[in-house]
């Protein structure tokens, strides 16, 4: 039985059926299809193949807290103080005898029930594993709020019903109920003889003994029903939601020894800071302890990819990981994207089944020994990737790309990334494995340069920046390769703006080395999701600059007030701090960033079990 947590809860009595026939496939979970017979019994203790239409278990709240660029919205808590609709869901057993529904309904029940019908869609014939739901709703709300009412009817799906408790005056003169009688109330109203619209009345006062049956039964049994892990963690959430809200509307800020989020390059700082600090206090992580190195739970720290392997090892030992995973918000999958490309990769092979069978292999094995993955379909499980392979590995197990939070360096819109499921990791690299050297550069009237870039001829976007501007201008510094006498590093701290282009990816370090270095950055990229563009306003420490819009990038920059570029280098000074890796992570650096992001992805879902729904 699924009941909502005690403070959303309302009083019942009407009593509806609603009658759930999931249809599930003919093959389990990640794995060839195995004989009927043992097809059967896997469907019968794993989940629900309803790859083809929307998950019921999974609600996604409404409301907006912070937005991202370019019209895209990330909703990321839910304004719960407005009524909420709610249900109590009874399972019915053939076992517990006639209901006090219709006969036409109760007939078509047992009908159901027997397994009488079929339903043939496209023409194939299959008879469904039923699940037969009590839904009951609440009639008896305060005056004000028995107007259109809404109701939740089973798979957050939504019926407006009007209830109305006005009496007819007629009634008491009619029908006069003795308080003091030993008879019950249906018994006294069965008695009283019809005629005249009695049967009416009759029938109406039964439905009141029968909701009040229904208010009692539930208030006897409210203390002694026991919450699944599910319910517990989606109620903790609930409260975190209704905290960041009553900040909000306060306008509140919390006090903070370390660091308070001001200024103009947060778009909501007091909700992100009031996430913040409640995804310090509550979040739990747990993380698959099945599988060895070097597929899983190791990744090099060193190279182009290495904040991957960085985040992998900084989660395994975080403060923020749980041993028990009953109290988990989310579910770690520690499988490393780079280590299967290095590992798994053949050379001369161009098929990516090998690949992708290996993340296969791994969420098969965590959906057949622990009961999570199962429970959500992998809406509360997340992975992080660096290598561009990232994407197309994860595309091979369809809940993972579907459902699950991805967090990935190759943040391209067009190749299937969700901004509002998934999260934009930078691409940071550190040539010694620490900051040690990147950090800090001359002031902005110290950098004579107007623009510079090097680097390799990845892609058409890089090409097109070559052929513009290669050598042709010397306040426009591009570079294929740079002199040995020039130092890569020390034109970032010579130059007031930085082109970081897209190369076959979109992902490039350049944006980080030039936040770290005191350099204005200047985005060339097509359908980049920006790293944490839910919380950070970019536009206010960058530039962005249209593929079409090469050939005018001098004119672009020129065009930008002096004012304007020293205020942009000065929030960029602050907000770096954000991007920054630390040995142990510190507050608000990016490990805690982007744990932060996938918070806000987590806090923005209600969650229940798909077994239930």
């Known amino acids: 039985m699924r009941i909502r947590p005690p403070e959303f809860e309302t009083s019942i009595c009407d009593v509806k059926y609603h009658v759930h026939c999931l249809f599930f496939l003919s093959s389990p979970l990640l794995s060839p299809p195995p004989p009927d017979a043992v097809a059967r019994r896997r469907r019968r203790k794993s989940r629900s193949d309803r790859s083809g239409e929307e998950i019921p278990s999974v609600k996604y709240l409404s409301s907006f807290l912070v937005q991202i660029g370019e019209g895209i919205g990330i909703p990321v808590v839910d304004r719960i103080r407005r009524p909420k609709p709610q249900t109590v869901e009874v399972p019915i057993s053939r076992e517990i005898g006639r209901s006090q529904a219709p006969r036409r309904q109760q007939g078509r029940l047992d009908s159901y029930l027997a397994g009488d019908f079929r339903l043939a869609p496209t023409g194939i014939t ?8 009590l839904l009951a709703t609440c009639a008896w709300l305060q005056p004000e709020l028995q107007e259109n009412r809404r109701f939740t009817v089973g798979g957050c799906r939504f019926v407006n019903q009007v209830h109305d408790r006005k009496r007819d005056s007629t009634i008491g003169s009619e029908i006069d109920v003795d308080r003091f009688s030993s008879k019950s109330r249906s018994e006294q109203v069965r008695s009283i003889g019809g005629g005249g619209g009695g049967g009416r009345r009759r029938r109406r006062l039964l439905r009141e003994e029968e909701g009040a049956a229904c208010f009692r039964f539930r208030m006897e049994n409210e203390e002694r029903r026991e919450f699944s892990d599910l319910e517990k963690v989606e109620a903790s959430l609930a409260r975190a939601r209704a905290t960041i809200q009553e900040a909000q509307r306060n306008n509140q800020t919390s006090y903070d020894p370390d660091y308070v989020p001001t200024g103009p390059m947060y778009r909501d700082p007091i909700s992100f800071h009031g996430s913040y600090l ?12 099945d599988g060895e190195p070097p597929l899983f739970h190791y990744s090099k720290s060193l190279g182009i990819l290495g904040i991957e392997g960085i985040l992998i ?8 990981r749980s041993k028990d995973p009953r109290e988990a918000h989310v579910f770690f999958v520690p499988i490393s994207m780079q280590s299967i490309a290095t590992y798994g990769y053949v050379r001369g092979n161009r098929a990516w089944s090998p690949l992708q069978n290996i993340a296969r292999d791994y969420v098969n094995l965590i959906a057949t020994k622990y009961p999570y993955w199962n429970r959500t379909l992998g809406h509360d499980h997340f992975i992080l990737a660096c290598h561009d392979w990232g994407p197309t590995i994860s595309h091979g197990v369809p809940y993972l790309y579907k459902n699950s939070i991805r967090v990935l360096c190759n943040a391209n819109i067009t190749e299937g990334f969700k901004p509002s499921t998934d999260v934009s990791m930078p691409e940071i690299y550190l040539p010694d494995g620490t900051m ?4 800090g550069g001359p002031g902005p009237s110290e950098r004579p340069v107007l623009v510079f870039y090097a680097g390799g001829i990845h892609g058409n976007i890089r090409q097109s920046l070559m052929d513009q501007w290669k050598d042709k201008d010397p306040d426009v510094q591009i570079h294929e390769y740079l002199p040995k006498d020039v130092s890569y590093y020390g034109m970032f ?3 007031k703006y930085c082109i970081c282009p897209s190369g076959w990816e979109v992902a490039s370090p350049r944006m980080v080395e030039a ?4 350099c204005v950055p200047v985005l060339l990229k097509s359908h980049y999701a920006k790293p944490f563009d839910d919380v950070l306003d970019w536009g206010t420490f960058s530039v962005d600059v249209q593929v079409n819009e090469i050939a005018d990038l001098k004119k672009i920059l020129t065009a930008i007030p002096a004012g304007k570029y020293m205020e942009m280098q000065s929030v960029g000074l602050i907000v770096r701090r954000h991007f920054e890796v630390n040995f142990p992570p510190k507050r608000f650096d990016v490990f805690h960033m982007i744990l ?15 077994h239930q729904t």
């Open 126 to 133: 299959r008879k469904p594993a039923l699940h037969v739901t």
């Open 596 to 610: 932060h992001s996938v918070w806000l992805r987590r806090i923005n879902i209600q969650l229940n079990d798909a």
């Open 436 to 439: 040690d050297g990147l950090i």
């Open 493 to 495: 701290r010579k130059s």
């Open 313 to 320: 090892h900084q989660l395994e030992i975080s403060r923020f």
């Open 278 to 289: 409640e995804m310090e206090n509550l979040l739990k992580i747990y993380v698959y302890e």
């Open 515 to 518: 936040l770290y270095m005191g």
